[in-house]
């Protein structure tokens, strides 16, 4: 005979609710066998009350103090029997001193908290509709379940050398009018859109911010339209547990978890793995002004970096930083991302702004952050992706020296700027770019970091597009209502000879040959490849080069551009797929520039518009590299021989080509200065006419292929 | 409209019929059918859900429950849902778990 539990029974009645001493650990509300478990840290707080509400009532049903016998050191838990999980939310009230000069805490207990754990928060459940400002609870703690049918479901691990990166907007990505899909706007919109992912040939998309923020934060009228602009892109996170449910058609049924699971399954088992941007240097909160949401109120000092005055540090240019290297907020921050990868299935993670992680309490950067190497080696994590964006708004800029213990990639700003200054035809750029196209390993190679350390990407989220970096000298911000003194200025952009649009042929044509150049450049570069959403299509956002703000055709991508910018897509479409089928592109170690299987040839040989010798000088803008295919992946693959040829010169070359071994012959696979065809499926390359050289036109690229 | 769940057992299938609102109060009585249901190891699950008005992310909770509670052997029939329905089971992924179709024919069931 099995005995019922008896350690599930409650121990005392409180204001007509069954009560039980609860377990500290893990904080958050966890359901229980009857009941769920309420834990939360705070070290200053006297005392904390359980305030808990019918969903979307505007009063409490009940609050429920926590006995002093249920406080263990500075954490409070407790068990609340027969609640009806669907229908509650909860929150606390902290309360403790209000001490500006000693401690700097700002508790007060007229305000009710959200649960820094929280794995499910109402309050903006559908995406722009305007709350209720006297609402006195905004960002509702909710419960979760845990039953999601994952069947046989499972992070993808795909090698990181193998991976192709698309960065997008959930919202952006579909919420246009043309794109055809029944739920523009959300996780639901996505899973339509594979197909389309599958046929660019992308392996791995990258969420802009999921985590659930306040669309409304800032919020305020443009003033030249008065259109309202938003806290659109989300870099100001209310909630690190819970995902975004205005992303969700059904976020109105409060069911996001599942919708994005469902989008997450749908990804894996289509081979497509996901990424997330995640924003762990600031929060909602603000500066001393901002809202009391939950971890000011819980425990300021703990969860912020304060200055002696009591002020936040503002490392992160929005407002306050969060204090990653106390160990509380560290853990946090590991729970959090633990949490993600075994219960969204989430295979890697991008950080915003990573470099704050490495700070410490003061604000100083560490040689060894705690928090950088207890991610580097969680066995939870183990197989994720670990990206750092490995600078901040505080002057850290770290790209080539990220603190990585084996583990961390990096966004490579460098290979950003070097690819945009050569591309538009900047002197003195040759030996930059070698270094950018074999990987980077002047910035990795020396510390042991492998070629996919180098997220290599030309554009971004943040920045042009690469249509208005060939399209626009200057930024063009007006929209965003700060008299164009947001976004960057160091853009490394070139119109091409009139700025903005244009009827001119000659400027349109060179303008699409520069994209053409700038992704055939970045597919045959070794590292991780990542594309901007709308890239392949020639998405515009009007020379807006920090559209942070716009919920509105600035950022939507415009599915009528599949048609229109075809030919783009096309050639978009090929690189990827010519990357994806020649593991001598995609190699997990750097090139050691000498033949070490035999071949012949050494593992990457430089040649210019005369085989075999380069032309390194400052005044040179042409560059041409052979792969030597059985070297790909450290000789344990054979691949066919790959030669690059890139003029950036506004006249065109002759390059002579080197000799392939006998039997061989190169064929082309692309030719950004030919037309009308430019680009072949791989497999299908026709044989180059002339084996001993090629003219190559002015600013274009030859990638020929040796079979 | 008040909940009501039926449940009709014949040698292989259970057959629930769903009429009216099903949400947080009421997904209990759909709970304690789906068990009753699972009790006679049945091959398949019919639920008929043309009189069922509102689902509630509550009673879709009680299907991935009836989804691990049968086994991955047993198909699960979601009968004449009305396009609300479906249209959360779409958005949600629900509808991959289950079998979702305009008409039934018992007599065609019990011989697969």
Same mark, same amino acid.
């Given at each position: ?707 | ?58 009673? =879709?909770?009680? @299907? ?6 049968? %086994?991955?052997? #047993? ?5 004449? $849902? &009305?396009?609300?329905? =479906?249209?959360? @089971? ?6 991959? %778990?289950?079998? #979702? ?5 018992? $007599? &065609?069931?019990?011989?697969?």
């Amino acid at each position: 005979m099995v005995l019922e539990r008896i350690d599930i029974h409650p121990t005392r009645n409180e204001r007509g609710f069954k009560l039980r001493r609860g377990r500290p650990l893990p904080f958050g509300a966890t359901l229980v066998p009857g009941g769920v478990n309420f834990s939360i840290f705070s070290r200053y707080a006297k005392s904390c009350t359980l305030v808990l509400f019918k969903k979307h009532s505007p009063e409490p049903m009940v609050e429920i103090p926590f006995p002093d016998e249920f406080q263990v050191g500075n954490v409070f838990s407790m068990i609340v029997f027969d609640l009806d999980y669907e229908n509650i939310e909860y929150g606390y009230r902290m309360d403790g001193p209000v001490n500006h000069d000693k401690g700097h805490h700002r508790f007060d207990s007229s305000k009710i908290l959200m649960d820094p754990y929280a794995k499910v928060i109402g309050g903006r459940d559908i995406w722009r509709e305007t709350p209720d400002w006297n609402n006195i609870y905004q960002h509702r703690s909710r419960l979760v379940f845990d039953d999601f049918d994952w069947e046989n479901d499972r992070p993808l691990e795909i090698p990181s050398e193998d991976q192709v990166i698309y960065e997008m907007h959930v919202r952006s990505f579909t919420r246009h009018p043309s794109s055809s899909v029944k739920h523009p706007g959300t996780y639901a919109a996505i899973r339509e859109k594979i197909p389309y992912l599958k046929e660019l040939g992308v392996n791995c998309i990258e969420l802009l911010p999921i985590y659930e923020f306040d669309e409304f934060e800032n919020s305020r009228p443009n003033p030249q339209t008065g259109e309202m602009l938003l806290n659109y892109w989300g870099y100001s996170t209310v909630g690190f547990f819970a995902p975004k449910a205005g992303y969700a058609a059904t976020g109105k049924f409060g069911m996001q978890v599942d919708e994005l699971k469902t989008l997450i399954k749908e990804l894996h088992r289509n081979g497509i793995a996901v990424i997330l941007d995640v924003v762990f240097n600031h929060t909602a909160e603000g500066n001393e002004k901002g809202p009391t949401i939950s971890f000011r109120g819980i425990d300021n000092q703990t969860y912020y970096m304060l200055t002696p005055e009591g002020y936040y540090f503002n490392f992160s240019g929005t407002g306050n930083t969060l204090n990653c290297n106390n160990p509380i907020v560290r853990n946090m921050v590991l729970d959090c991302l633990r949490y993600w990868a075994s219960e969204y299935h989430i295979d890697g993670f991008r950080f915003d702004l990573a470099s704050i992680l490495g700070r410490d309490p003061w604000g100083a950067p560490m040689a060894n952050p705690p928090l950088l190497e207890s991610l580097a080696f969680d066995p939870i994590l183990a197989k994720c992706n670990l990206i750092a964006e490995a600078w901040d708004a505080g002057g850290l800029y770290q790209v080539g020296s990220f603190p990585a213990f084996g583990r961390w990639a990096e966004w490579n700003g460098k290979y950003r700027d070097g690819i945009r200054k050569f591309l538009k035809g900047e002197p003195g750029r040759v030996g930059d770019m070698a270094q950018r196209l074999q990987g980077s390993p002047d910035l990795y190679a020396w510390a042991g970091r492998a070629p996919a350390t180098s997220i290599n990407f030309i554009t971004c989220h943040d920045g042009f597009t690469l249509t208005d970096l060939v399209s626009f000298n200057d930024k063009h911000n007006e929209a965003n209502g700060e008299n164009n003194n947001d976004g960057g200025n160091d853009n490394d952009s070139w119109n091409c000879g009139a700025e903005g649009w244009t009827d001119d042929p000659g400027i349109n044509a060179l303008r699409k040959r520069q994209i053409k150049n700038a992704v055939a450049m970045l597919m045959v570069s070794q590292g991780v490849p990542m594309v901007l959403m709308g890239d392949e299509v020639g998405r515009s956002q009007q020379g807006n080069n920090n559209t942070y703000c716009h919920d509105n055709e600035l950022n939507w991508l415009d599915w009528t551009l599949l048609q229109s910018n075809n030919d783009l897509f096309q050639f978009f479409k090929h690189c990827i797929a010519f990357r994806n089928a020649h593991p001598v592109l995609r190699n997990q170690n750097h090139f050691r520039n000498v033949d070490y299987v035999g071949s012949g040839y050494a593992d990457i040989t430089w040649h210019g518009t005369q085989a075999w010798n380069a032309d390194w000088s400052d005044s040179s803008r042409t560059l041409a590299f052979m792969l030597c295919g059985k070297h790909a992946k450290s000789g344990t693959v054979v691949d066919n021989y790959i030669y690059v040829a890139i003029n950036m010169h506004w006249d065109a070359h002759w390059f002579e080509i080197p000799g392939l071994p006998p039997g061989m012959q190169w064929h082309v696979f692309a030719n950004t200065g030919a037309t009308p065809a430019d680009i072949w499926a791989p497999g299908t390359e026709p044989q180059l006419e002339n084996q001993s050289g090629l003219l190559v036109g002015d600013r274009s690229v030859v990638i020929l292929v040796g079979k | 409209m008040a909940f009501n769940a039926t449940l009709e057992t014949t040698k292989d299938t259970a057959k629930i019929t769903l009429s009216g609102e099903l949400d947080a109060s009421s997904a209990p009585i759909f709970k304690t059918e789906v068990e009753k249901a699972a009790a006679n190891h049945p091959k398949h699950l019919v639920l008929m859900m043309q009189d069922l008005e509102y689902m509630a992310s509550a009673g =879709l909770r009680v @299907l991935i429950f009836a989804k691990q509670k049968m %086994g991955a052997d #047993v198909d699960i029939y979601v009968v004449r $849902a &009305q396009e609300t329905i =479906l249209d959360t @089971l779409q958005k949600t992924g629900f509808d991959q %778990g289950v079998i #979702v179709v305009d008409e039934y024919d018992e $007599a &065609q069931l019990e011989k697969v």
